[in-house]
Every structure is written in structure tokens, then in C-alpha cells.
């Protein structure tokens, strides 16, 4: 077996490789002066199983094309079959047509995906369960919940004053299991709205009564702003200490400096995306 990592998050590749016991196998990538790149493996894989980890976060569009040329390489080179790990699939947020004119980006990124022929792919907590369908290719998708409802149990933060909370309504089902697997515990829903222009966001409780200890889980934090409108009306109805647990940091523009200032005891969020340091606010806790 081998396994190639591209360059988005090669921490999570050098922890795979650590549990499978093996090493990461090079590859020279080579900047020509026009910005292009150019892939070579330093390995051989004839009738190797392969695996290759590239998480497609910010720049997703770059962060995509070393996938694709990643596995062009791998598969001209004779492996036997290639898995694909891709914690974070960028650009799964444009799954649909939101106003007349768009592209449905996601079912492109799919149709790239497909035409490479990848014998397996490896994610994390989609946006919608319904994108697995998008997919031919057998396709893993593997959640963080587990892991939350182990950390929320190991840090005690479950009393009878305890509610779990979905940011926007696209969470709900997501919440709906945690609560299960913490022995049905009550949920909240907000219902969000995002002004597609300006980005900026309104929200309110459709569901649920807002107790004293909150837990908002969300599959993903990007400018931070669901967040920072979820704690203000949950503070506004009631909360006293804040928790925030999400899947994939993809932590846009000034993410870090906005988390900085939300009110909440922690943000934990697991390492699907590498996150540099100065992204990162005092109380952010990586699984
Ligand atoms: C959206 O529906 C997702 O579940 C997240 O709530 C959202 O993507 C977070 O984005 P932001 O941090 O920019 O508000």
C-alpha cells in the first residue's frame, strides 16, 4: 500500500500514515513560471492499492487540481486501485440552483470526480446526506458525531439544563442524531437566513426552548457568522455558558478574529482542514 498526500493538509496525511503503520510516498511538484504545476510521483505503484489524502478547502480550486492531477499520476502509473480521502469536499455548499443563472458548481465538481475513476472515496459530514447520492463511486462518508458525543460526555457538559442546537435548519437531523447518541437529550432549532448578496445573516428559534447550558453543532464554521448570530439569540433567550462543536474548519477571511470574540466557552472542531495558527482563536480546541 501506498500513500500519496497533496499539500492542503499533509498533518492528517502524516496521522494516517502513522496508523497504517507506513510512510508517505514523495512527490515533486514543480512550479513552472506561469503558476502551473507539474505532479511527478517518486515512488512506483504498479499493482499498488494507493491512497491519496487531499482535503479541498480553501483555495478549493487549487487544492482540487492537485487532486485530479494527483490521481491522473497515480493511475497512469500502473496502481491497482486508488482510495481517495477527502475529508472536506469544497464546494459542496453549491449543491443546487439558488437563483436563475447559477451553476449547480457541486455536480461539477462530481462529474470531474467520476471521470477520474476513483475505486473509493473517503469524506467527512456532508453538508446534506442527500450528496452522497450525487456519487457513483463507492463512497464512504464518515461522520465526527461519535467523537462529539464522546468529548461532551468525557467534559460532563450534560445536566438537566443542557440543550443541543442547530444553527440553521439544514442541521436539524444532524442534531437530532447527537441527541440521540447522548440518551435524548432536547434540541433547538434556529432558522437562518443569509441575504445572498451581502452574505449577512438573520436568524430566529423555530424549535425547541432555549436552556441554560447550550451545545451548537454545526458540520461547518466559514466566516463564522451562523455562529456568532446562533449565541446572540441563544444568550438573548436564556443561555448562560455556550459550547460549539463543528465538523470542518474552513475558517474564511477573518473567521479567526470574529470567533475570537463570540462568547462561548470552546469551539472544537476536528482536523479535516488544517488550520494555521494565527486562524486560530484562544479557545479552539482541535479533536
Ligand atoms: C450552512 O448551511 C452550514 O451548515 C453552516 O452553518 C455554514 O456554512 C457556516 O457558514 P458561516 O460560518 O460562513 O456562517
Known sequence: MKLFSGSSNKPLAEKIAHALNISISPVEIFIFPDGERRFTLGERVVDKGVILVQSTGTPADTNYMELFFLTDAVKRSGARSVTAVIP??????????????????????????????????????????????LFHAPFVHLSALPL?????????????????VSPDMGGKRRVGILAEMLGGIPTVSIEKNRDLKTGEISAHIVHGEVKKRVIIVDDMISSGQTIVEAVKILKKHGAERQWVFATHAV??????????KVEVEKIYITDTLFVPEEKRPGNLEIL
Open 88 to 133: 472536506y469536499l469544497g464546494y459542496q455548499r453549491q449543491d443546487h440552483v439558488f437563483r436563475d443563472g447559477e451553476a449547480r458548481s457541486f455536480a461539477v465538481i462530481v462529474n470531474i470526480i467520476e471521470s477520474l475513476q476513483i475505486d473509493r472515496i473517503v469524506t467527512f459530514d456532508l453538508h446534506s446526506i442527500k450528496l452522497v447520492e
Open 148 to 164: 462529539f458525543a464522546k468529548v461532551i460526555n468525557e467534559e460532563h457538559m450534560i445536566d438537566n439544563e443542557t440543550v443541543l
Open 251 to 260: 475558517f474564511s477571511q477573518k473567521a479567526g478574529a470574529v470567533l475570537a
